[in-house]
């Protein structure tokens, strides 16, 4: 199968140009003008953007979590991450307390082997490192191509691990050439305000929101960014929220300490005044919470200022019926909100349309970091000769409403109902093959393939 793009506005990280795009296979051939190379099948994109498929490194799919399973499937969540632009996720396996990383590994294959229609890889999260799983981080780095290897700092009970864990795996993961990426924030401090705010009987979701405050948030940064200096281990702080958090990691650079950042859309665009209403609220209640409307700034200057490099969505959908799970307490709504459709288009509307970043800069921190942090570039992550053909054709002028009623994800509401959005996905290629067209998936679960990923360096 060969495809001619004609007249595509190619834009990368780098670069914005008018050129044809010739796949052939799987992967581009050439670029250039006035192609002439016969193809199977000719699109003309005049008129529109063309950027490179979208990575988001941060997705929870058919995942066990908080008594419940997240509502997208490996099916169903790469297909509604398609229709969003976004051609290629990560998901995280939860390796189970005293079992082997292997162990969750083959789980979590259980669940996604010829059940994605996108690409896709995992992290592993590490919650129990001990002598045993000490030995399992090379084979999955050398063997696997998983070479990023999620903690958590909260989650007390279930997926927390203690400083002493974390510093051995940082030096083990450092050795063998990974990442630590880490959800920062203090659980000790979370689980002391939660439990005192259930015995004072204040269990709406606005008490998630003040159970997790900013301060839980920035204290957990900066010592994970010390002990990540310390060990050398590259670091990668997920779904960074607030200003304290972030100046954790601005402070670092006067050592020339180098550390990754991601924040998600909803940090940029929703904040917590969202969690003043009753029950409504839970659809929100995802950890870290929505902040203040000062963070919002501080995140969007953080992208300019090369601090965040990573504009994610940490995808964890539940159905309503499992968000009410917690409606007598709000420690029991499952955590986490769907956005791995909206995410590239929402980025697009409230960021390069309202002026608050570049086209360049948006496929840098959409695309190309995700690629380039998680060892995939430049095989995913940019349009030049070689690289995968995964492509978005973009109308940056298509004006549409979301809604939980048009989309393609397995949840029957949307955290963002009726927002007007300026600019629609409208093309989406998938290693060479046609994948979203005319709003319809073209192509089956098993196409996604899983992507072995290479060593990685704190330099990008
Ligand atoms: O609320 C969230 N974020 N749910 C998913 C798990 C996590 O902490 O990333
Ligand atoms: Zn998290
Ligand atoms: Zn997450």
């Not at 090369?306 to 019926?321: N, R, Y």
């Not at 960021?351 to 998680?374: D, H, M, R, S």
Request: charged residues 25%; hydrophobic residues 35%.
């Amino acid at each position: 199968m060969s495809i001619l793009i004609k007249n595509a506005r190619v834009v990368t990280a780098t670069d914005d140009y008018v050129a044809d795009i010739f796949i052939e296979g799987e992967t581009i051939k050439a670029i250039g003008n006035n192609l002439s190379e016969k193809a199977d099948k000719k699109i003309d994109a005049s008129g529109k953007l063309v950027f490179p498929g979208g990575i988001d490194p941060h997705v929870h799919l058919d995942m066990p979590f908080m008594g419940t399973y997240s509502s997208d499937n490996y099916e169903t969540g790469t297909r509604a991450a398609l229709f969003g632009g976004t051609t290629m996720v990560i998901d995280f396996i939860l390796q189970k307390q005293g079992n082997s990383l292997q162990a969750a590994l083959e789980e979590w294959r259980g669940r996604s082997d010829n059940n994605c229609i996108g690409d896709y890889s995992f992290h592993m999260a590490v919650t129990d490192f001990n002598e045993n799983t000490k030995k399992e981080i090379q084979g999955l780095i050398e063997k696997e191509g998983i070479v990023s290897f999620k903690t958590f700092m909260a989650y007390k009970g279930a997926l927390m691990i203690d400083d002493r864990q974390m510093i051995g795996l940082m030096e083990e993961v450092k050795k063998h050439g990974g990442l630590i990426n880490v959800h920062a924030t203090n659980g000790d401090m979370i689980d002391y305000l939660v439990a005192k705010h259930r015995v004072e009987g204040k269990l709406s979701p606005l008490y998630h929101y003040l159970s997790q405050p900013e301060i839980t948030e920035a204290e957990a940064s900066e010592r994970f960014v010390d002990m990540s200096y310390y060990t050398g281990c590259p670091g990668y702080i997920v779904h960074l929220t607030c200003e304290g958090a972030l100046n954790a990691v601005r402070n670092a650079t006067r050592r020339n300490q180098k550390m990754f950042v991601e924040t998600c859309i909803q940090y940029l665009i929703l904040d917590a005044s969202l969690y003043e209403q009753n029950f409504e609220g839970a659809k929100w209640v995802m950890s870290p919470p929505l902040r203040q409307k000062k963070d919002q700034d501080t995140l969007w200057a953080g992208i300019n200022q090369g601090l965040v490099q990573v504009v994610a969505t940490d995808h964890c959908p539940f159905k309503w019926e499992q968000k009410l799970m917690g409606k007598d307490d709000f420690s029991k709504i499952p955590n986490g909100h769907p956005a791995i459709e909206n995410r590239m288009e929402l980025l697009y509307s409230e960021g390069v349309n309202k002026g608050k970043i570049t086209l360049n800069k948006y496929v840098e921190v959409a695309c190309t970091n995700p690629a380039k942090i998680f060892g995939m570039f430049p095989r995913k992550g940019t349009i030049a000769v070689g690289s995968d053909a995964d492509i978005v054709i973009f109308d940056p002028n298509e004006k549409h409403k979301l809604s939980a009623k048009t989309h393609h994800m397995n949840v029957d509401y949307s955290g963002y109902e009726g927002w007007e959005v300026t600019g629609k996905v409208k093309t989406v290629l998938l290693r060479g093959k046609v994948a979203i067209e005319n709003n319809h998936c073209k192509i089956d679960k098993g196409y996604g393939k899983f992507i072995k990923r290479n060593k990685v360096s704190d330099k990008i």
